[in-house]
């Protein structure tokens, strides 16, 4: 019996050490950042190289979500989430995309998660590996473009070569023969490239310059000297002569070797007949800038505007003066930084386009400008330096299109697809309310009732305590029956009413008259810019409910809750109802999160979480908004921002 169990205390031991082992080797491990999620996704350990990768010590990252190193898009997206369900799902998720580390800097990731299950197959957890490959995303990157400038390059400067009809351009091998043939040299030459190619280039010459050499002559000096250039007689096809220019220019490889010729070749036979082709080329490029110039100031959806070098504008057509707002004597010779907000003229950006624009040849964005009478659109815009033949600096042209439309059906789609979750949200809570809170409270009623009926006539004694609770009882069913219809707080015009504020107060605070006398918290009304409200009635008693009730529970401990509810307008004809509190104040790492489900600024203070949740899906549904103003440990204001047609008559 004694060796079994020393055998058994020796596997554990071995056990033990084998686990100790895996762990510093995790730990020591500083290439890879590996760790451990919780089945919710927080962070529950942490190795040496998710510290020098990510830049947390684990005193500061683990029990945090483990989204804290994700972009505010795939926040917004939920993505994180996403992984863990495709971990989990498939047995193992493999991504690579930015990643953030805790000095807000972005680095390229290579990540592996693993769901981790227990022997009775219950999930355990995660395991997480992050690799940092900035590096090779940069090198791959940089490879990239590259090898498209140089592929484009080289396309470019083919496709020129092929296009060009007025001059014949061709390639010849150290011994002259034809090697490339581009499509000014058959209509100069009249040789089709399957003709001519391969044979040598002086079948374009007289029988005597052949005689006496002049071709290798030719070559003999462009290899010499590097190029040679001549005027005199050639030859076409047809045996007809004329007077050409010809450029003959030796190539080389990097080991001075002679790989051929290039050779261009101008027909100057009729000097008369190009000068008259030349002026007849000038009226119509005159006329076609004319035309375009007609097109352009025609144009009424897109601003079409010159800049010069410095970025006055020096041009103005009709859709630019409809989309920002502008004559052309308004704005030309004005700086087209007029059209942008104060931040972006002191970050330099629209000096930062001009440069981009010249540095990449075109330059494209997307963001909000401003028109003459201070509105703002979203616009596209692309800006194209222009250069004369000379290669200098003439100029910009710059293309806005208005797409605040377009940016607006964006942000309605991405909200109807928060609102599509929040809906599945609220669809979980509303059943466990009605099915686990319902029973007790008719429970509650019942024993109620029953304990009136035991007390018999000493019920008198105790009508206040009873009847309080019997308005407890009451009050919390009219709540459940309220949350019952959070699915249907879409903003229904039609069912508005005037809503008197004040006897809406009175009604609140009847409500929470238990709350109010057992913290002896005062809720006054101060001044009312207006005391009327159109608005759903429910709606507007749930804002007030849970806004006021929430003042009174974050109540600081040294002193008694004091509540101000009051109303006023906004520069802007905003209308505001505000209520302000005493209270304990939010901290700032905190205000972003009070708004979600299930969310407390102070987890001490009893509560469901779900009270400024509610409030914040009613003001979105009905298209107004909620805002917080919190000095801790001094008290809050929060002001519900209402459209303009929202006070009554």
């Known amino acids: 019996m ?5 055998v058994v205390h020796k596997q554990h031991t071995a056990s033990g050490e084998v686990e100790d082992q895996y762990r510093l080797l995790v730990e020591s491990v500083s290439d890879y950042a590996i760790f451990m999620l919780d089945p919710t996704g927080h962070v529950t350990t942490w190795n040496t190289g998710a510290k020098r990768i990510k830049q947390y010590q684990a005193e500061e990252i683990i029990g945090k979500h483990f989204s804290t190193f994700y972009t505010p898009e795939a926040k917004a997206t939920d993505y994180p989430s996403y992984e863990l369900r495709e971990a989990q ?59 498209e400038s140089v592929r484009e390059s080289e396309e470019k400067y083919r496709l020129l070569v092929e296009g060009v009809t007025d001059y014949a351009i061709f390639m010849l091998n150290p011994a002259g023969h034809i090697a490339t043939w581009n499509a000014g040299a058959k209509k100069i030459k009249g040789y089709s490239a399957d003709e001519i190619i391969g044979k040598h280039f002086s079948k374009f010459y007289s029988r005597e310059s052949v005689l006496e ?19 005199g007689w050639r030859y076409r096809k047809d045996g007809s002569a004329f007077w050409a220019n010809v450029v003959i220019t030796a190539i080389f490889n990097e080991k001075k070797e002679l790989l051929g010729f290039t050779k261009i070749t101008r027909d100057l036979t009729d000097k008369k007949k190009l000068e008259e082709q030349l002026f007849r080329t000038n009226q119509d490029l005159k006329e076609s800038e004319e035309r375009s110039r007609m ?3 025609s144009v009424k959806d897109y601003a079409i505007i010159m800049l010069n070098p410095e970025g006055l504008v020096t041009s103005w057509n009709t859709g630019a003066e409809r989309i920002k707002g502008y004559k052309a004597s308004d704005i030309l010779g004005k700086h087209f930084s007029t059209f942008y907000a104060r931040e972006a003229i002191e970050s330099g950006f629209p000096q930062f386009e001009l440069a981009k624009a010249i540095e990449k040849g075109r330059f494209e964005d997307e963001g909000w ?5 201070g509105t703002a659109f979203w616009a596209n815009v692309v800006l194209t330096p222009v250069y004369n ?8 042209a710059k293309i806005t299109r208005d797409l605040t439309e377009r940016r607006r059906n964006e942000e309605l789609t991405q909200k109807n697809q928060e609102l599509v979750r929040i809906n599945n949200d609220l669809d979980t809570f509303v059943y466990t309310a009605s099915h686990d809170l319902k029973l007790p409270i008719v429970n509650l009623e019942g024993l109620l009732s029953a304990l009136k009926e035991d007390l018999g006539e000493e019920a008198v004694k105790h009508q206040e305590i009873l009847s309080m609770m019997e308005g407890s009882a009451s009050n919390l069913k009219r709540v459940i029956t309220d949350l019952a219809d959070i699915t249907k707080l879409k903003q229904d015009r039609e069912r508005a009413e005037v809503v008197d504020l004040p006897e809406m107060v009175e009604e609140v605070k009847s409500s929470l008259r238990e709350l109010i006398y057992l913290s002896n918290a005062k809720v006054e009304m101060g001044d009312f810019s207006f005391d009327k409200m159109k608005y759903s009635r429910k709606n507007l008693r749930s804002i007030l409910y849970n806004l006021i009730s929430n003042a009174i529970k974050y109540a600081h401990p040294e002193r008694a809750p004091q509540v101000q509810i009051s109303t006023y307008k906004t520069k802007l004809e905003e209308c505001v109802l505000s209520v302000a509190d005493n209270g304990l104040g939010i901290p ?29 899906r009613i003001l979105e549904n009905s298209g107004d908004r909620i805002s917080v103003e919190s000095e801790l440990g001094r008290g809050s204001v929060f002001n519900v921002y209402f459209t303009q047609d929202s006070p009554g008559e």
Do not use: C
């Open 2 to 6: 004694n060796s079994e169990l020393e």
């Open 89 to 147: 799902r498939l047995g193992r998720f493999e991504d690579e995309g930015w990643r953030v580390k805790k000095d807000g800097s972005v680095f390229w990731a290579n990540v592996v998660i693993t769901p981790i299950y227990t022997e009775e197959g219950a999930l355990y957890g995660f395991s997480k590996v992050t690799r940092d490959l900035s590096e090779r995303k940069k090198a791959e990157d940089d490879l990239f473009k590259a090898y």
């Open 213 to 231: 050499g002049f071709p290798d002559y030719e070559l003999r000096e462009a290899k010499r000297v590097g190029k040679f250039e001549d005027e």
């Open 295 to 297: 097109l352009i100031d």
């Open 369 to 373: 400008r401003l028109r003459k009478d």
């Open 389 to 396: 033949s000379e290669n200098r600096l003439l100029g910009f």
């Open 588 to 616: 700032d790492n905190q205000r972003h999160k009070i708004f979600g489900m299930y969310k407390r600024a102070h987890n001490h203070v009893e509560g469901s979480g779900i009270g400024l949740y509610l409030v914040k």
